[in-house]
């Protein structure tokens, strides 16, 4: 392909040019989603054009392709929140063809063409450069998965979280975010309480850092206001009962950073732990995270957050033909750490 300075140069060849991409043709016909062939001019409108070398699959994504949540908010539209790969076109100063950027959340995917395409075409103040050092295809090992893992840490240490203050739990742990939070607050040096409902996922957890492994059932949790506290900070991606149920067994000063939903929506709780023990919810949200926060926690996970192997994460790689099987694999809870989506490959970085 030709490269340009900027998209709006694009010749005629070019934008004419075809790609492949998942497309959702329309509400309520997500199971008629698939891979298709689209125009470069088929994009929405935006200041950088990036070839696409890798995606990956979360939570949002199995929940749009399967059209179990209402994720996509635009028809049609080509679902997946996360990309990285290199610019081709720019007409942005300091973003230039050549780049290698990751674009996450910020409405891809959601509201605007996203990342299952070997092309997206976005608004610069979406991009951020790829870390010093860092693949397209580490980055999304890591993906919204490991942003928003940043994010709690960063979030809660900002609060006052210290590995002093105790142990840190983290539910949903053998999950996307799970894996890299477990790794991240033990590399930080928490001791880590790793909760998760696979068995199987113990070896795993212990290998990525978690100092116990226990069950969601094992946990004993409480439906009193308050209860012994027992934990200093808790990172969830669950929600729902195990959420409440934790809340009384905070320390004093503790931190939980609310992430996730996969257990439920509802949160049934008293305010007991806020007013009595200064108890702090942080509400984590990617996709719309402030960009001197969304820049300050790639830097980091490039940098002192840095997973020694963040390719380890990564348990399932597919390509766009394999979308459907690795979102229902996902929502079944079939899923242990990252799910990699070549889509251009190393041939594009
Ligand atoms: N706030 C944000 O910005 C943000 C960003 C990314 C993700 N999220 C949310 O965070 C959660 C995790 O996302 P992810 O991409 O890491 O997904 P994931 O890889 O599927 O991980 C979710 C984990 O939650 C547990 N789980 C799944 N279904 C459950 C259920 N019915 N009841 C209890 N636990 C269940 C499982 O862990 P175990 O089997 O180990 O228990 C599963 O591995 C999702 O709810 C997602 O929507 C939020």
Redesign the pocket.
Known sequence: MTVVNSPSGLSQGVKMQTFQAWWVPESGREDQGGVQTLRIDDLPAGDVLVRVAYSSV???D??AITGQGKILRRFPIVPGIDAAGVVVASDQEGVTAGDSVLIT?CGLGETHDGGFAEYVRVPADWVVPLPQGMSPRQAMALG??GF?AA?ALIRMEAAGQTPALGDVLV????????SIAVNLFSNAGYRVI?????EQ?EGYLRGLGAAEVVS?DALGLSERPLDRARFAGVVD????P?LAGLLPQIEEYGNVA???????VKLETTVMPWILRGVSMLG????NCPRPLRLESWRRLGGDLRPQDPEGFVTREVELDGLRDAAEA??A?Q????TLVRVGGDAVA
Do not use: C
């Open positions: 979360n939570y949002k199995a929940l959340g919204t998965a928003t994010l539910t949903g742990a053998s999950g996307g975010v799970g790793a909760v998760s409902g696979k996922a969601p991606n669950v929600g729902g195990l609310s992430i996730g939903l996969a257990g439920g984590i949200s990617s996709a996902m929502l809870r899923v242990t750490g990252r």
